[in-house]
């Protein structure tokens, strides 16, 4: 018997039974995506030649994106057994993917897998800038760290096509008439997303309230209580199952009859406003008289509309109510045509609802001009931002919530108005329809606008005025300057004063430099200025009495009669010079009318004779657009004078507070010894109770001409207490009236408007009385005087923060950001489409609802990853019209994204961070902060040794904290001035000594303080001579209490001028 013992060359083993079928089952699955047909070729799979689309030169690359994108690379990296990368690479083997693709598409829906979600979010966040040639390279990256399934450019693009359609914003070309083309992102589909995401649906309210004396949103305040009109207002009220319209006949519970004109709110309870109907005899039978006496009925006292009256008034032995005769002034009993609505159908918006709600939508429609460059170059572009009124303060001042409309470089911000207000005007006739995520059913949206925000030079043109630099300066009253502002747009600046000021911002010096210190002033060639008129001194007193003064309101028909003067005049020959001067006289200037005007004055330029000139006149006439004006005309319901609020930043912070802090430091303060001692104080200024960094003295002396709102914030509230003996009487006597007005603009909630606005106008005008006592020369500066109608605006508007214009500015270097990374070509275009992507990804990832015609997607692994949806019907020319016939009342058929996409931003991170959506902060109320110190025995502690008899057990070991978080949120550390309730519940100032905490009680183990330690207070009332305040008497004595007992932290300056005493 031969024995073979496999003496061969082959020495490796046999592979085993598993290793077998894996590799077998390894090499069945290339084979089948080798073969599979849809797949693409190599080349498809590269993306595009660079050369096919223009890119600017890129800047270098920051940190901003790779958090994002490292956290991308490490979520995808797949460890490969030891095999090797590069070889991976060269031979071009396509990964196997072991997975249910169909399921794994639902989990990623409506993206078809985890890595294009991820890379599409990348590419559009609204804060991210993610060029092709970054993505390209970013691309690259991924695929040589071995991640699976890398899509191409190309392939991304596509998808977002895709994605736009479904979900997304469409941004819309204008060709204005002065001949600009701009884009302008569709306002009906930003307001349906609003309605159908549920991170902002239930913050959104759409009736105005009655809150009596208390004032804290916009809802709250005159203009949308009382001022809106009817027609754009919310309409209705669902009472029951019935639908009750404004200016339809209703019938009350108990048998009167009322006509409903304005719902609102009162509490939780909806009330309306209405009018009186009495029966009258006509020719024609009995019919309705609407009287206009004003009553007030609540939701229960309604019992039945007017569908159901049509169907049974003749049982109640009242007239139809679809004949109304007339409406009644009861003052005067004169009568006037029922124009409100046909009485034969009712309330138009009942028909166009279809048995739906209908909601007023207001907005915060904001303008400013901002560089598109990074260098200090200007490049402006003026954009339009717009938020919802309907959201609380904190809400309405979130980047989230801020949605971008439309920028250019060439287009003025009128002409671009004019395209926003097509699509307004449209929405306003039709509505819009949208998924209500809260209720969810359909509704329809009413937009209006409920002010214009801006800065001034802004808000000027917005109201078709002149400027600050005319002599009619002031673009909500006829207010009148100097004579010597006589020049048509105030080019040339008035007489330079040699004290007050040194310059303003670069809004200020847009509109008024009058206070500038004259080493501000450019050198060079100036601009030829006319011969200064002298005034007598009684001239220049009354001109003073009239500036702190509100003048004749400006009106809006009073306006738009001024333009449609100045349109007849300059069609007529040679009137150019009495345009002009008509526009000086007036302070009335439409910048958008004037485009026009001069094609009229320049068609006759090189004509001879009066008959030719007088054709080419009457030609050019002929050749205009039908509207010549001011788009802001068509804006129903609003009056550009009255309803451009005082916009607190540019007014207080960059205007009142920069001009003094430039003055103290350039020209109060003489020598450098005491520009040092202001920066030692500055440094050395305890600032725990404003919840703001500690000051940079130095930098804001040295720069004091080049400071941000924030530390001229800072500024207002620190200025009188460092540098109390290095300025004037008058001087600091100014500082100290400034100071405290900045609260009480600032306050977010007024708990009695009539007691605030009369403490606010007294204090307004001790301010103006302390500044013209120092120099009057602070009255050159126009701004002084249009603080004046800030009280007025709060009465209206609601508390001055809600439309102060922080949260816009910031979102400026968005724009600017988008601005650069556009290939500047079409900058309006490029923008837009950008900040439409980046709804699109904040309304997906925030969980936005979008219909769908398969509520099931069913994806194979190389299918389109889209099913058949249509939130974007037909509609590409006119995004506003009806989309009932498109929309699916079935709330099955709305659906949000999957919870693959979901899950990126379910915690805080950088996703999160870059789209607003950061979660509610770990409630830190109470929560103590330990000092590190071991426990010690209570009568070792500062307690222990002040009140001993506090405690029984002075063995007792406590544990003692540095700082605690009062129940209010305010950071509270030792020393720290708190205001404190008593038993009697009567409160007093006191100081922090002692933070304690006893050892394994439930106490430590919630974190909270056992007791508190204070040092009681007295107040001193006689008021401080620097300050005009109150002085703090530290007393001895101390209390021992808990934490339910302190109210809040306390601003109270230590050292400087004002002393603390012992006694």
């Given amino acids: 018997m031969l024995i073979d013992w496999g003496l061969s060359e082959n020495t490796e083993l046999e592979p085993s039974a598993e290793a077998r079928a894996v590799a077998q089952i390894a090499q069945t699955l290339v084979e089948y995506f080798n073969a599979d047909p849809n797949s693409e070729d190599e080349e498809e799979e590269r993306s595009d030649n660079e050369n096919e689309l223009e890119e600017p030169e890129e800047p270098t690359v920051t940190g901003e994106w790779t958090t994002f994108a490292a956290a991308i690379i490490y979520q995808y990296r797949i460890v490969d057994n030891g095999r090797d990368e590069e070889e991976d690479l060269n031979r071009g083997e396509k990964r196997a993917r072991f997975r249910n693709h169909t399921e794994y598409s639902r989990q990623w829906f409506p993206w078809a897998d985890r890595i294009t979600c991820t890379l599409d979010v990348l590419m559009h966040l609204p804060r991210s800038v993610f060029s092709q040639r970054q993505l390209d390279l970013f691309i690259w990256l991924l695929k040589v760290n071995n991640v699976d399934d890398v899509p191409s450019v190309k392939s991304m693009q596509e998808l977002n096509a895709r994605l736009q359609k479904l979900c997304g914003i469409q941004s819309m070309s204008y060709d204005g008439a002065p001949g600009h083309k701009y884009y302008v992102n569709s306002l009906a589909q930003i307001i349906a997303q609003e309605m159908s995401n549920p991170k902002v649906r239930p913050h959104l309210e759409f009736y105005p309230e009655d809150s009596g004396s208390l004032l804290e949103e916009a809802r709250q305040g005159k203009r949308w209580l009382e001022e809106i009109p009817s027609d754009q207002i919310t309409p209705m009220a669902r009472i029951g199952t019935q639908d009750y319209f404004i200016h339809e006949p209703a019938m009350l519970t108990d048998g009167t009859f009322r006509m409903p004109f304005r719902w609102f709110l009162r509490g939780e309870t909806l009330f309306a406003k209405c009018w009186d109907l009495d029966v009258v005899n006509t020719e024609t039978g009995r019919a309705w008289r609407v009287v206009q006496r004003e009553s007030e009925v609540a939701q229960e006292g309604f019992m039945k509309n007017l569908p159901e009256l049509r169907a049974d008034f003749c049982r109640y032995n009242v007239p139809d109510p679809t004949k109304i005769k007339d409406v009644q002034n009861p003052s005067d009993g004169t009568t006037s045509d029922w124009t409100f609505t046909d009485p034969a159908i009712g309330n138009p918006w009942r028909e166009r609802a279809k048995g739906a709600r209908v909601y007023c939508f207001p907005i915060w429609l904001y303008c400013d001009d901002t560089s598109g460059n990074l260098s200090k170059k200007w490049n402006e572009h003026n954009s339009f931002l717009f938020t919802p009124a309907g959201l609380p303060r ?178 007529t020959l040679n009137t150019k010079t009495r345009v002009k001067t008509m526009r000086t006289a007036t302070g009335i200037k439409d910048t958008f009318q004037i485009v026009f005007l001069e094609k009229l004055f320049d068609s006759y330029k090189g004509k001879k004779g009066k008959k030719a000139k007088q054709e080419a006149l009457e030609a050019q006439t002929r050749s205009l657009p039908k509207n010549t004006t001011s788009p802001v005309w068509r804006i129903k319901g609003l009056d550009p004078h009255q309803d451009t609020p005082v916009e607190i930043l540019h007014v207080i912070l960059l205007s009142f507070v920069k001009y003094l802090w430039r003055d103290l430091v350039q020209n109060q303060i003489k020598n450098a010894e005491q520009k040092a001692l202001l920066v030692t104080r500055l440094n050395s200024f305890d600032v725990t109770g404003l919840g703001i960094s500690p000051l940079a003295g130095h930098t804001l002396v040295q720069y004091s001409g080049s400071l941000t709102g924030r530390e001229f914030r800072a500024i207002a509230q620190v200025a009188p207490f460092v540098a109390y003996d290095l300025v004037s009487e008058d001087c600091l006597a100014t500082w100290v009236a400034l100071s405290k007005l900045v609260p009480l603009i600032w306050q977010p909630s007024i708990k009695d408007i009539d007691v605030h606005v009369a403490l606010l106008t007294a204090e307004i005008n001790h301010f103006l009385t302390c500044a013209a006592r120092w120099t009057t020369r602070w009255f050159n500066k126009p701004k002084f005087h249009i603080l004046l109608h800030l009280p007025e605006h709060i009465r209206r508007f609601g508390p001055a923060i809600l439309f102060a214009t922080e949260a816009f500015e910031s979102f400026n270097a968005i724009i600017r950001a988008k601005s650069v990374h556009s290939n500047r070509h079409a900058p309006s275009r490029d923008i837009a489409r950008a900040f439409a992507q980046g709804n699109r990804i904040r309304h997906l990832l925030s969980g936005g609802l979008f219909m769908q015609s398969n509520t099931t997607p069913s994806y194979t692994p190389h299918s389109d990853p889209l099913p058949s949806l249509a939130l974007n019907p037909p509609h590409p020319s006119d995004p506003a019209q009806d989309l009932a016939p498109y929309l699916s009342k079935k709330k099955e058929d709305w659906v949000c994204a999957g919870p693959g996409p979901l899950s990126l931003v379910s915690a805080p991170n950088t996703v999160t961070q870059y789209l607003g959506l950061e979660n509610k902060k770990r409630t830190t109320h109470g929560i103590c902060i330990s000092d590190k110190k071991t426990p010690r025995p209570f009568a070792t502690t500062l307690t222990g040794q002040k009140l001993p008899a506090s405690l029984q057990n002075k063995l007792q070991p406590i544990k003692t904290n540095s700082a605690l978080y009062l129940a209010n949120g305010d950071f509270c550390p030792l020393n720290q001035f708190i205001i404190a309730r008593r038993p009697n519940h009567s409160t007093f100032i006191a100081r922090v000594m002692e933070i304690i905490q006893i050892p394994n009680t439930p106490d430590e183990f919630s974190q909270c303080p056992s007791g508190i330690l204070l040092q009681n207070t007295t107040i001193n009332r006689d008021a401080h001579p620097s300050y005009g305040m109150p002085a703090v008497n530290i007393q001895d004595q101390c209390s021992l209490v808990s934490l339910t007992q302190l109210s809040c932290s306390h601003m109270w300056p230590d050292g400087c001028s004002l002393h603390l005493s012992r006694t």
């Fill in 394 to 571: 904190e809400q309405s001042q979130k980047e989230f919530n801020i949605h971008f409309l439309s920028t250019s470089n060439i287009a003025p911000p009128l002409e671009m108005l004019d395209g926003i207000l097509d699509q307004l005007e449209t929405a306003q006739k039709d509505g819009i329809w949208a998924w209500d995520s809260k209720l969810k059913e359909l509704v329809l949206v009413i937009p209006a606008v409920l002010a214009l925000l801006g800065d001034n030079p802004m808000q000027s043109e917005f109201a078709c005025h002149i400027g600050l630099r005319g002599k009619y300066f002031c673009r909500a009253c006829w207010v009148k300057g100097s004579d010597n502002l006589d020049e048509e747009d105030g080019e040339d600046p008035p007489p330079v004063p040699q004290n007050p000021g040194a310059g303003s911002d670069a809004e200020s010096q847009a509109s008024s430099d009058a206070g500038s210190d004259t080493s501000q002033q450019p050198t060079g060639k100036v601009k030829s200025r006319r011969k200064k008129i002298k005034e007598s001194l009684d001239q220049m007193v009354e001109r003073a009495k009239s500036f702190v003064k509100i003048g004749r309101l400006r009106t809006r028909t009073e306006t738009t009669g001024t333009l449609r003067t100045y349109f007849k005049e300059a069609s």
